[in-house]
């Protein structure tokens, strides 16, 4: 920088004044504001161009897990500026509290992340076949899973030489299920292939499975989507309540009883899968299901690995001295992470309130 | 390195000491707190009751910009930071805002339009009426279905 053997007047200019991690952190994050630019464009022209697209109740998110996420990112951007403020005090000790304090809350986005992702596993919410339960329509194709799926238990069921009395019932399920809901829909489209009827035993089948919220909950409120506006299948044809107390495999369930037509605390309302939970996974309904467990794993999938780097490098951070020589490092993190924050400032409405 | 005499003259971390201080970053995170619960009221059934849902998304973006501004000017110190801060986030935007506005086409051609294809492959429910016509005209595609053209 300063040659003073021989020096004419050149002043050393570097690209930028600041140092090089933190134009090499500006840099990388440029590079980041792109990449979720793309991700986060290519969900707006997804969601916005589907024809269908579930609410978030039909999916299991709860918006009160996203808000409480939000806080705990905001929070932590918080601790994180005041460990790098304590830094520049020198007071390391205060600089290390704030921080642990940082990676503390990074954990709990992450535990409340897995709480979220275990309420779409559990209902056979996945981006991809063969874990993937989601069908998006009612057709044939939705019939015969369901049968297959209900002779796959079966099968098992019947293997089983000394059944326990729980899994004669499970049996009775199956049979119930078989007999009232898919053989119906099934034989009617067999044999009456341009009757509606066929078609409307389908929705009836996908709609005991897995009721979808939208469908149940608010008639005409703003949370379903704007094509197709609930439909009036249900509300005109049938009345649910009677429907469900026709139906005797329903009283056979553990904790069905009650629940049948009950909303739970999120407002989802109990299907044969809730009812039968761990066991009879059947297939689901859920039009532009599949397009958004791709774009919602994709998306909360990248922020999440973004969470991580971020939390491995508050560890690596906690094992330096956190004094004013090392504030630039702390920065860049800082910076890091403030970005991280950032992208699920965007993600949360998005994925959640929209 | 422990020194903390130790004066590089390119880092910054001394240039804006004096900016930043704690009450300002309590009053920054009171602030983001507030619109996050701005957007969380969205939720609430007296909002969608009330407000229809473009204008609430629209809402919500300009709660989002508005965190996502305080968050870069003040946590990430671009306020104070010198002119170099243009160097790098002018062409980050301008190329995000170029990828986004590349996709608009096919947000305005998917959203208004919905090919034969893509209805196809749609979850409909069966219509009252003539469907049986249209199951009879649409048999020999294997499939039947209506096909909604709003």
Known sequence: MSDQGHAPDFDYQPALPISNGKTFMWLFLSTEIMFFAALIGTYIVLRFGAISWPSTHDVHLAEIYGAVNTFVLICSSVTIVLALEAAKKNNSPLAKGWMVLTLVLGTVFLGIKMVEYDAKFSHGLYPQHPHSGIYEKPDVYYAQAVRLRLSELKVELLAITDRTAEQDKQLTVIDDISRELVAPAEEQLRNHPDSPLGRKLLWKLADEIYPRASVHENPGGGHTSARHPNPGYLLGSQDSAGRRDRSPFLLTGGEGDAGAEAHDSSGHVSGLNDQHHPWLKLPIMIPGGNMWASTYFLLTGFHALHVVIGLIAFVILLMMTLGRANAGVIENVGLYWHFVDLVWIFLFPLLYLF | ?150
């Open chain 2, 1 to 150: 390195m422990s020194d903390s005499t130790h004066n590089d003259p390119h880092d910054s971390s001394d240039h804006h000491e004096s900016h930043g201080s704690i009450g300002l970053y309590v009053g920054i995170f009171a602030a983001l707190c507030v619109l996050t619960t701005f957007s969380f009221l969205t939720y609430f059934p007296f909002w969608r009751e009330n407000v229809p849902v473009g204008v609430s998304r629209v809402f919500m973006m300009a709660v989002s910009c508005t965190k996502a501004m305080l968050v870069i000017m003040f946590f990430m110190h671009l306020k104070w930071e010198a002119s170099w801060k243009w160097v790098l986030t002018v062409p980050a935007s301008f190329m995000s805002a170029l990828l986004i506005f590349a996709l608009v086409p096919d947000v305005g051609l998917r959203m208004r339009h919905a090919s034969h294809q893509r209805m196809i492959h749609a979850a409909e429910v069966p219509a009252e009426a003539d469907s049986a016509q249209t199951a009879a005209e649409d048999d020999h595609s294997g499939e039947t279905h209506e096909h909604e053209h709003e």
